[in-house]
């Protein structure tokens, strides 16, 4: 039987609390998406099954065979990664002092303000609407993270039409929320 410290022992709890956030908000949009009629509900019950298969993936990581596990872990950059950790880190000969360990070993400054952005967007998103909540959130975004102006401005705009072709072409119920 393999131990609850085994699975989970190269994951920080700040990685798996953002898991399990995006699991728990993946599957209620999975099973939310059900009651939307026809082809509506395709696109998000499509991108929540992503969401939900690669997070539990993320997850479960330590139980998957190794040509799997290598492929989850390495395919990419998450936040988090030993890349960003390397960058963060100071570089010298000096001996890693108990705050930079600790900086490694928990939750990264990205992956918090990373939880807080999709937080808000979701509760954005509940009170206004994803029409209006998107480009806030990708403005945000790009602000947060110091995209630039051009990129920030151009994918604003970008998540904007594609909200509104949502809207119009879809005729997808994403400008109502509780104050609108």
């Known amino acids: ?24 908000v993946s599957l209620y949009m999975f099973v939310d ?3 939307y009629p026809d082809i509506i509900g395709l696109y998000p019950r499509a991108l929540s099954a992503i969401v939900l298969i690669c997070g539990l993936l ?17 395919s990419g950059t998450p936040l988090g990664s030993s890349t ?5 880190l100071p570089s010298g000969n000096s001996e890693p002092t108990d705050a930079s360990q600790s900086q490694t070993e928990g939750t990264s400054k990205s992956q918090v ?3 807080l952005l999709i937080s808000g967007y979701l509760l954005l998103s509940y009170f ?23 990129m920030t401005v151009g994918l604003t705009v970008l998540a904007s039409a594609t909200a509104h072709i949502f809207l119009a ?12």
């Open 1 to 24: 039987m393999v131990s609850f410290d085994t699975i989970f022992e190269d994951q920080t709890s700040g990685e798996l609390g953002l898991l399990t956030f995006f699991i728990l």
């Open 33 to 35: 998406a059900g009651s």
């Open 58 to 74: 993320l997850f479960v990581r330590n139980l998957l065979p190794a040509p799997l596990q290598n492929y989850v872990t390495e």
């Open 84 to 88: 960003e950790v390397a960058e963060e």
């Open 113 to 115: 303000v990373l939880t």
């Open 128 to 150: 206004i609407g994803m029409y209006f909540a998107t480009p806030v959130f990708v403005f945000v975004y790009g602000l947060t993270f110091r995209l630039g102006w051009k």
């Open 169 to 180: 072409v879809f005729d997808a119920p994403i400008t109502s929320g509780v104050l609108l």
